[in-house]
């Protein structure tokens, strides 16, 4: 059942429900690559530590993090959750990706036209191609709407595009649903990503998502079709039950 609110409509209702979300932690391309690469299954808060504390001991230029002393990069990465060492390395192997193939500045790649811009900063571990247009947007770069995997399942179920066989054939999806209702007002888009991640971590979640909250489900295809099938089992309960007493 395709969405039947458009998605401003459902934006301006998550942002009535939770608030202007907190603005990005950074905006510089460098830093938001290190940003996904500082930690790994870790609380948001706990991700912000790690790079907090990277920013501040060893600095974010990839030429600091080569200097930096590896019980420095790995104190950090510790605080960002399991395999600190393979996360370490990680953080250097970025550094050298953006010395070698970018001169240590990303800003001209930034420039490029979208397919490759997306392609360059796919170069780096950890970059997909959702993360690529996060990037892009908080940079503000293109205005296109990355969506992580929480914002993907919020559409998904609220009825843009359709779910395939696998991730990026569902993200595409979704991107063709929405594409014609997204605008160039980068504030916009940029709050419409951390709405709809924020919904997904807090009330849309992957099991068990909590609908009797949602401030969205009157429009939610999921939320039509599970309220349709507890409806139908209680009419058939309801009938067994005659036909039993009958
Ligand atoms: S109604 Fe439920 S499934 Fe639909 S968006 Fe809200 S929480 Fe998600």
Redesign the pocket.
């Known amino acids: 059942m395709p969405a039947s609110e458009n998605l401003p409509v459902v934006v301006a209702r998550l942002a009535k429900f939770y608030g202007t979300p907190k603005p990005p932690s950074t905006t510089d391309p460098f830093e938001l690559i290190l940003f996904e690469n500082v930690a790994y299954l870790v609380t948001d808060e706990r991700r912000e530590e790690a790079f907090n504390l990277l920013r501040k001991t060893a600095g974010t230029k990839p030429h600091q993090i080569l200097a930096a002393a590896n019980n420095i990069l790995l104190k950090v990465v510790d605080l960002g959750g399991m395999q600190p060492e393979k996360r370490a390395a990680r953080l250097r192997e970025i550094a050298l990706i953006a010395m070698n193939e970018f001169g240590g500045d990303l800003s001209e790649a930034l420039k490029l036209p979208l397919p490759k811009a997306k392609k360059a900063l796919q170069k780096f571990p950890s970059i997909g191609e959702p993360s690529a247009e996060k990037i892009l947007l908080f940079t503000r770069s293109y205005p296109v709407l990355g969506l992580d995997s929480n914002a993907l ?2 559409l998904l ?2 009825g843009f595009g359709e779910e395939k066989k696998n991730y990026s054939a569902s993200y595409r999806s979704v991107q063709e649903a929405i594409k014609d209702q997204l605008g160039d007002d980068y504030e916009w888009l940029i709050n419409a990503h951390l709405l709809l991640r924020h ?1 997904g971590k807090e ?3 992957t099991t068990r ?3 009797e ?5 009157k429009s ?4 039509a079709r ?1 309220r349709t099938a507890s409806g139908s089992d209680r009419i058939r309960r309801e009938r067994g039950k005659s036909k039993a007493t009958l």
Do not use: G, M, S
Not at 213 to 217: L, M
Not at 220 to 223: G, I, L
């Open positions: 399942r919020v179920r609220l919904h009330l849309c979640k998502p909590r609908c909250k949602c401030p969205v489900r939610c295809a999921y939320y599970v």
